[in-house]
């Protein structure tokens, strides 16, 4: 096995150990057994690959044994290991211990958010020094040109993790394909709704200040980033990303709420 997945494995465990007072060597191994009775009326939700840590937790049992076994580099097809197996166990770690439902989505659309913020600031930050196109009392335009230019540099860099990343499943619901243009038309407009919010409060915050400063102009930008990040993300995942029919003839728009409606009652 790789020095890496050495550590990160040592490390989940770890963390497992002292959060459930676990007593196993290896919560993530993907071999073992059991009785069944272990799981009677015991309701296993399963979220990623690693079931034995909620069997664990949940299971019905006395005691247990480990036997070691040695875990060889793969020779054929490719690890399923990704950041989406990271998010999924810290995710998994999370609900197990506190008894709450965290949203995949919603994780993944902070983290990209998160990285937006500092794109969005560094867009700022490099056309003001560039540019000297700071914020001073009665000039307004050239320093909000320079915000605007971080937004956009934002927008773009969210679209795309967005897109193919946070709402990828939310895609796949669609029947026809609607090409990326559209979708990256209808994340401007949303965009746009919150750079209103984010200029807004930041003009509203640099006037209050009585002394100029890079540093005020910086942080009263990412003030209105920060407020403007949470009201777009209702508005992406119902509008952008939402199951989106306006493709479909009015015969396929009824099949495929049918074939939905027998999926749920089949679950």
């Known amino acids: 096995m790789r020095l ?75 690890s399923k290991f990704n950041i989406e197996i990271i998010i999924d ?13 965290i949203s995949n989505v919603v994780i993944k659309y902070l983290i990209v958010g998160f990285l937006g913020i500092w794109v969005n600031l560094f867009g700022q930050i490099l056309v ?14 050239w320093p909000s040109l320079s915000v605007f230019f971080g937004f956009e540099l934002s927008v773009f860099f969210n679209f795309i993790l967005n897109h193919y990343w946070t709402f990828a499943l939310e895609r796949m619901h669609n029947r026809k394909i609607i090409s990326t243009f559209w979708y990256f038309i209808k994340f401007q407009i949303v965009s746009i709704y919150g750079f209103i919010i984010q200029i807004s409060l930041w003009y509203f915050i640099v006037n209050l200040v009585y002394y ?13 980033i920060l407020f403007a990040t949470f009201n777009n993300y209702i508005l992406n995942k119902n509008f952008t990303w939402s199951k989106d029919f306006i493709f479909l003839s009015k015969e396929e728009k009824s099949n495929h709420i049918h074939f939905e409606n027998n999926c749920f009652r089949e679950l």
Do not use: C
Request: aromatic share 16%; no cysteine; hydrophobic share 45%.
């Open 4 to 78: 890496y997945r050495k550590i990160l494995s040592f490390l989940a465990n770890l963390l497992t150990r002292i959060l459930f007072n676990l007593k196993v060597k290896d919560t993530m191994s993907g071999y073992f057994g059991l009785r069944k009775k272990i799981l009677n009326e015991v309701f296993l939700e399963g979220k990623g690959f690693k079931i034995l840590l909620e069997i664990l937790i949940k299971g019905k049992y006395k005691s247990f044994i480990e036997i070691p076994y040695t875990f060889k580099e793969r020779k054929k097809g490719k």
């Open 89 to 101: 166990y810290i995710i998994q770690l999370i609900e197990l211990k506190w008894h709450i439902k």
């Open 128 to 141: 003001s020094e560039l540019f000297n196109w700071h914020y001073i009392r009665g000039m307004i335009f």
């Open 212 to 224: 100029n400063s890079p540093i005020i102009d910086y942080m009263a930008n990412l003030l209105g």
